[in-house]
């Protein structure tokens, strides 16, 4: 499986009723176990946001159409009146949102060719970083069935970090010759350091801001699903306290947790065992959003076409909090979810084609505080990295065509 996404791709029986919402008390029985169990100062907040967001996207029959509009409207009976009017006024919403977000999209000029791009990242000095593969390809050449990858292919002899100005597309400076084999995820914490994933060297990299390595994970080259190996690990989310999260990834279905300096801590997570995907179940967990003040790492699963959110354990100074990998909530058929980054407690993510045919490749966007959901920029094939800026600017890198797309977002008041 590679990043291209995949036609036809059989995943067994869909159960129609699981695409339709549960019920409210159903759905909300293990945030309120949660809860129960563990309380702490932002428990407030934290549940504030699951049932908004439960609602927004699952306890309702027009939840699904309230998040993408007119892409998939299901069927209501005639004679329920009361549903028929809740759909009409979630509709009216939607396009008044929508008439209300200003929304630019353009084509980044980047100044130097481009390969396809597997990262996006921004500086604290807002300069944008594209991790990409150059003239490298993934394709079914790439690895073999075990997931070694190709040796006769070698490292890419050109740079693989462009650092880029976000407003005119001139590359600045360029880095990481002879290094990777297949670029993937890259994240700048708040430090300026970056943390990559390769998925060919199945390696997780801290560099610093000139880019040398000053932290490595995994056996380079070497495939595995023990404590001490990752196998094609997909991104990374980093915590204020140093603490990180990896996305493993392609050929592992987990997300581990480990501590500043690389100490494995915890991990969670399961392959499919059926489908419908039971909950804490990952079919390629492709991208992670870590919102730590309301302790949410949030998982783009890829091929399960949602949005998974748990516990991120994270806890500051002596308070109490829920333990890592807890399951809290999600968005489900929402289409392949490629990235996902978090910006002010607004989610944003962009998506691929479902598998039916439904919904269309696109970006959507969620307000945590209130639950408002708007999808935009329709159309945007192959998109695969996402980067949010301080001043609400969205930059989407695709894998073919091999460029940046630059949305300007702004809501009025």
Known sequence: MNDTPQRGFNLGHVDKE????????????????????????????????VLISTLIFVSSKASIYSFYGDAIAPSVDDDDSDDNQKEQEAEVAIEEERANLNSEVQILPVSKPLGQVGGLALTPANKLVAFHRADRVWDEFSFDKNFKFNSTLGAIKNSTFYVIDPKTGAVESEHGSETYLMPHGLTADKKGNFWVTDVGRHQVMKLDSNFKPILELGEKGVPGSDEKHFCQPSDVAVASNGDFFVADGYCNSRIMKFDKDGKLLTSFGSPNSEYPAENGEFFVPHSLALIEDVNLICVADRENERVQCFSAGISEGHRPTVPTGVFITKAENIGRVYAIREKRHYLIGVTGSDLEGQIEPQLFSMDMDTGKANTFAKGIENAHALAVSEDGNVFIGQIGPNQIVKLALSTSA
Not at 20 to 36: D, G, I, Y
């Open 18 to 49: 699981r695409k339709k919402a549960c019920s409210l008390r159903v759905c909300l029985r293990p945030v309120f176990s949660v809860v129960e169990k563990h309380h702490s100062e932002n428990m407030v907040r934290f549940l504030q946001f």
